[in-house]
């Protein structure tokens, strides 16, 4: 039983993972170093999730004060304007997974897991092709895992000349909706960080 367990914990750790893909625009030049406060306009729900504007902006000016910046409100006198779109909020997105057990007619149970079935027919290796061996396969579970997806596109906008200076953005996928959206945000703002550090 502890094989099974084992083999979800695989499958979960490797699909519970960032979308690599990123887009940055950044405006040649620009003095980052001058933004010392930001406001952050209002955050409009992704289709019908209510809320999730709001749960949005709150993450997104956690971070920022986090890399450094004052977060006023827009009626004070600020630098920079961060604008951000919700491009993907999925709280629940389930995938379908089914784990399958070839017998190699040692008579042994094909119901157990795959991991259980492998060790009891030594020689037996995890492939994803069924029809390596000989023996028939059978569907030894149906197995469901639920994960959440954010993606967010975020802009950078001069208080001053009104002009996008920076833009990006980047989706995470986690099975907890609190980390798809703390690092869903992070990675947007990951290009940014460099640039400020530079």
């Given at each position: 039983m502890?094989?099974?367990?084992?083999?979800?914990?695989?499958i979960?750790?490797?699909?519970?993972?960032?979308?690599?893909?990123?887009?940055?625009?950044?405006?040649?030049?620009?003095?980052?170093?001058?933004i010392?406060?930001?406001?952050v306009?209002?955050?409009?729900?992704?289709?019908?999730?209510?809320?999730?504007?709001?749960?949005v902006?709150?993450?997104?000016?956690?971070?920022?004060?986090?890399?450094?910046?004052?977060?006023?409100?827009?009626?004070?006198?600020?630098?920079?304007?961060?604008?951000?779109?919700i491009t993907?909020?999925?709280e629940?997105?389930?995938?379908?997974?089914?784990i399958?057990?070839?017998?190699?007619?040692?008579?042994?149970?094909?119901?157990?897991?795959?991991?259980?079935?492998?060790?009891?027919?030594a020689?037996?290796?995890?492939?994803?092709?069924a029809?390596?061996?000989?023996?028939?396969?059978?569907?030894?579970?149906?197995?469901?895992?639920?994960?959440?997806?954010?993606?967010?596109?975020?802009?950078?906008?001069?208080?001053?000349?009104?002009?996008?200076?920076?833009?990006?953005?980047?989706?995470?996928?986690?099975?907890?909706?609190?980390?798809?959206?703390t690092?869903?945000?992070?990675?947007?703002?990951?290009?940014?960080?460099?640039?400020l550090?530079?």
């Open positions: 502890r094989y099974y367990y084992f083999l979800i914990a695989c979960v750790l490797f699909v519970s993972c960032g979308e690599p893909e990123s887009t940055v625009t950044l405006k040649a030049g620009y003095n980052f170093a001058g010392r406060s930001i406001t306009e209002k955050v409009l729900d992704y289709l019908r999730v209510q809320g999730s504007g709001a749960i902006k709150e993450e997104l000016e956690r971070q920022l004060k986090d890399l450094g910046f004052k977060i006023v409100v827009k009626q004070m006198a600020h630098d920079a304007i961060m604008v951000c779109s993907e909020y999925n629940r997105r389930t995938q379908p997974y089914t399958m057990v070839e017998d190699k007619g040692t008579g042994k149970d094909a119901n157990k897991s795959a991991y259980e079935a492998a060790d009891d027919a020689g037996v290796k995890s492939t994803g092709t029809s390596i061996f000989d023996g028939p396969v059978t569907r030894a579970k149906e197995v469901n895992y639920t994960d959440a997806y954010v993606g967010v596109k975020l802009r950078l906008v001069d208080a001053t000349t009104d002009k996008t200076e920076w833009s990006s953005d980047f989706s995470y996928s986690s099975l907890d909706k609190k980390v798809a959206l690092n869903s945000i992070k990675g947007a703002l990951r290009p940014l960080k460099k640039t550090k530079k």
